[in-house]
């Protein structure tokens, strides 16, 4: 069993061409190995065994006749809870959505749906995206693979903890200031933020329109740049999709794996290291630059000044646009609704008021107070104002970075997992998880994470982050391909092979 499901995407899509395994014996070892693991881990929200075993029963009749949709048919993946998927809930990790069933897909999940890949379910997250850690799930923090103490990141740890638990071997996850890269570098996974606009958001409830963004969850470079040429690429149901090509992105992933960077400069970001960054994610994050150096890279190094401020204006402009996306969950449209006690015949706005209350968490109602208040009549420009201009400035320091240098690398997040509930009364403690992800969003330009070893204190899973230029995400992959063959050849296989997460540990089949 074991072997089934800890080889990688591309290995399964390999072993099902060549009739070792059909879809319903991969479908099913996942479905088994989340029954055995999960109740530990709480990454699923909701598993859809029964789907997706009928869509892997369809899968393997395909590929009898000869007609797959995919490279990747047959596969079995687990989406976000944030994505709507019709027949399953969607409850993007709060109360006020229990038990709503979308009554459409989200485009990426129409796209998983046509390229045959078995959808498991749908995974654990903040309520409304909104965290690192997955503890502001209405449903119970999601626990992390290599501690179950610890969480796994968020606001995507349950797509994380899922991918490096071996329960899935794929997963969407979205990244509104790093909840698919933070949970990455916590759980030794590899995910990818794309450009905006390169892949679709419609049918992502919306956090942040302006900075949220779907991609990949995977524990392979290979496997995200599959994934990602899967569900990327135009759509005209999103107004702010990019109506052109993606850049070769497994071809990318292929040639960086011959681990020849010559020519490539790598800009090292002045202001994402030494302060508040753990010792081990450093020493991590400076090997594995070296390594790069070793395979031709040329190392340069750049300032960003303005990244300084990319946490304060983030932590504006999110709530803003975040105030104003859930005014719509009123009561009336949508999930919950509740009658305030002891009035009999309640008023509309004493309906909403009470599901309100009651169906939003605390970090949800802080964002609301904040996000109203920034933009509130003579604060707007004080705040929302100047947040933007915060953003055009981190835009400029992007582009006057990729002058010098063809990528940027810093550490992913500046600690390793820490213990759950050791950040929850500390708001800004936490925020500060995202200070190297961030600066992406604000300017839209693509970032991977990808895993670079343990750090030596704790024994935990510490990533590195690679930035490219709008567009240019095929770069991530051809440094991200090269790194982790170099560091692959060092460990003598996988960071998650030889982690407690694997097959063989926490209680599941071996
Ligand atoms: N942790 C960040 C926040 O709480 C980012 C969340 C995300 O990317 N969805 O806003």
Redesign the pocket.
């Known amino acids: 069993m074991s072997a089934k499901i800890g080889a990688s995407a591309a290995e399964m899509a390999q072993a099902l061409a060549a009739g070792e395994t059909t879809s319903v014996e991969l479908t099913q070892a996942h479905l088994e190995r989340i029954e055995a693991v999960d109740g530990g881990l709480n990454a699923f929200l909701h598993v859809a065994s029964e789907s997706a075993l009928a869509d892997a029963a369809a899968s393997d009749e395909r590929r009898r006749a000869g007609q797959l949709s995919s490279n990747l048919d047959g596969v079995p993946v687990a989406v976000k809870d944030v994505l709507t998927t019709t027949g399953m809930p969607t409850t993007c990790g709060s109360k006020i959505l229990q038990g709503w069933i979308p009554p459409y897909d989200a485009t990426v999940v129409a796209r998983l749906k046509a390229g045959g890949l078995p959808i498991l379910g749908k995974t654990n997250m ?1 309520e409304f ?4 850690s997955t503890e502001h799930s209405a449903y119970g923090p999601t626990r992390n693979p290599w501690d179950l103490d610890r969480i796994p990141g ?2 995507g740890g349950g797509s994380a903890a899922a991918v490096a638990a071996f329960e899935a071997p794929l997963a969407l996850g ?6 698919i890269r ?1 949970p990455g570098a916590v759980t030794g996974t590899v995910g990818v933020k794309p450009t905006y606009g390169g892949i679709s958001r419609y049918g992502l409830v919306a ?1 942040a329109n302006s900075l949220d963004q779907v991609g990949p969850v995977t524990r392979t470079v290979l496997d995200s740049a599959l994934l990602h040429e899967l569900i990327g690429g135009h759509d005209q149901l999103d107004s702010t999709s990019i109506d052109k090509p993606l850049p070769g992105l497994v071809t990318a992933a292929q040639q960086g794996a011959l681990g020849d960077l010559s020519g490539l400069r790598i800009g090292v970001i002045k202001e994402l290291q030494g302060e508040g960054y753990q010792h081990g994610v450093l020493a991590r994050f400076n090997e594995a630059v070296d390594l790069l150096v070793d395979a031709g890279a040329q190392r340069v190094e750049v300032s960003c000044p303005s990244f300084t401020h990319a946490l304060a204006a983030y932590y504006l402009i ?1 709530p803003s646009e975040a105030s104003s996306n859930l005014a719509r969950f009123d009561a009336m449209r949508y999930g919950m609704r509740i009658s305030p006690e002891g009035i009999a015949d309640p008023s509309a706005e004493q309906v909403m008021r009470a599901t309100r209350d009651a169906g939003f968490g605390d970090e949800v109602k802080r964002r609301i107070i904040l996000g109203t208040y920034a933009l509130s009549t003579g604060y707007y420009d004080a705040y929302y104002g100047q947040a933007q201009r915060i953003r055009t400035l981190i835009t400029r320091d992007f582009n006057a970075a990729f002058d010098k240098a063809d990528v940027l690398v810093s550490p992913t997040s500046p600690t390793t997992a820490f213990k759950i509930g050791e950040k929850l009364d500390d708001p800004l403690s936490m ?1 500060l ?2 200070v190297a992800t961030i600066p992406a969003n604000l300017a839209g330009v693509p970032g991977m994470s990808l895993p670079s070893g343990v750090a030596d204190e704790d024994g935990l899973p510490t990533g590195l982050q690679i930035l490219a230029p709008a567009m240019a995400d095929d770069r991530l992959y051809l440094v991200g391909a090269a790194l982790e063959a170099m560091l692959e050849a060092q460990w003598g296989g996988s960071l998650l092979a030889n982690a407690p997460s694997a097959p063989t540990g926490m209680g599941g089949q071996s």
């Open positions: 903040d995206a909104m965290g690192s968020g606001s979205t990244d509104t200031g790093g909840s933070q956090m999110m925020y998880q995202d």
